[in-house]
């Protein structure tokens, strides 16, 4: 077991070569959105870029898409067809995923399920699609209860789920919500290993489990003030951020949960009660000035 500190950042964040050039830190994919929900592929996106990825293209339905490229000329949404995700868009999707690793050599990475919703079309789409790829993504929200399904598809693949309490208990079946975190702790260890997966259980203290069974990882950063709707999606940016750079599941999942736990700590001593997701992503470079 070890605790998660600013080391790691040292290890992730090296002094960029002056013959760098675009891709050579990562692209990201971010699929996510529906009729009703646009902001969470926003904050994906917004802080996969503050925590240094080269290019994030979001994958959206149309409304979804048209309202996030409105938040910034940052952001390059493409739009789906229709109102939610369907299996009519798995080859755009597939294709787009194989583009993707063309143009960044390999470095590329997902995050999938921030406000795709639950619908039987949409759940079954998200399986299909998981079934299909084999580079790192990074499975949130509404994907976890796809996942919940058919959980076999996932074994051996390089994903990170990232839920919190109810969608571990949603993936697993186990109510952790009255368990001490020492039992927390071996229910992350056990459910990673049977799942043959990576699984990073965000709460007050964060918990990191590879498929091993045996290697677990704490992360103390964080506040409560983190209880703010958008908090669960900066982190997921930031942790396909890191694995579209190339960084290992483990140590991505730490690195993120460090870094989104550090920014909102910044971000809540600054804005309070008032704090708000977007707060916490310009808190990220302040941050990781601290490398």
Known sequence: MEVVDKKILREIYRER???SKKYDFGLLLVIGGSYFYSGSPALNALAAFRAGVDMVRIIAPKRAADIIASFSPNLAAYPLEG??????????LISMVESAKEVSHGKTAVVLGGGVGRSEETQE???KFLEEISIPAV?????????AQKPEIVAGKPFLFTPHAYEFFVLTGRDISKLSEEEKMKAVLEEAARLKTTILLKGKLDLIAISDGKNLAIN????????VGGTGDTLAGIAGA???RGIDLFKAAQAAAFINGLAGELAAKKFGEGMLATDLIEAIPEVLSKV
């Open 17 to 19: 070569s002056p013959e």
């Open 83 to 92: 109102d939610y995700l369907l299996p009519k868009h798995l080859p755009i």
């Open 125 to 127: 789409t998200i399986l």
């Open 139 to 147: 499975i949130d929200a509404d994907a976890i209860y796809a996942v």
């Open 220 to 227: 103390k950063t964080g506040h409560p003030s983190m209880t």
């Open 242 to 244: 890191l694995l579209a």
